[in-house]
């Protein structure tokens, strides 16, 4: 029996930048995107990340406050993004290097994992780690 696949579908203030973004940052590729109506933001973006998949749109607060929302709207994040990477090291440089804010450093942690956390541009928190080596 398969199992259903589980795709994260973020909500971002530029859809745009923030394809461009997780490119640099995570080596993610842009698959399809369908631009909005207005013809300034995107209604959908399917991007491929390793073995899995991302979906993102811009934010709509026109269509109602019962949908998802962008970090910056809702004032936060529900969720942390976890990347499990065979270089923690080498992961971690990509993103810091693309811009992301360091929230928590990466390092060696006690439950044996090399572990780190970052904020994107976008508001969206993102775990990476990896062996320790």
């Not at 795709?7 to 930048?17: F, K, R, T």
């Not at 013809?39 to 749109?57: D, E, I, N, P, Q």
């Amino acid at each position: 029996m398969n199992s259903p696949a589980l795709i994260p579908h973020l909500v971002v203030d530029d859809g745009e930048a923030a394809i461009a973004f997780y490119e640099k940052a995570f080596g993610a590729k842009l698959e399809a995107k369908h631009p909005a109506e207005d013809g300034k933001r995107l209604m959908h973006a399917h991007l491929t990340l390793g073995a899995g998949a991302l979906f993102l749109h811009d934010d709509f607060p026109e269509f109602g406050e019962h949908g998802a929302k962008a970090p910056a709207r809702l004032g936060g994040t529900s969720c942390t993004f976890h990347l499990d990477v065979p270089d923690a090291d080498a992961a971690w440089e990509r993103a810091v290097g693309a811009g992301a804010a360091v929230l928590m450093p990466l390092d060696n942690q006690f439950w044996g994992m090399r572990y780190g956390q970052v904020k994107d541009p976008f508001g969206h928190v993102w775990s990476i780690g990896g062996p320790v080596k």
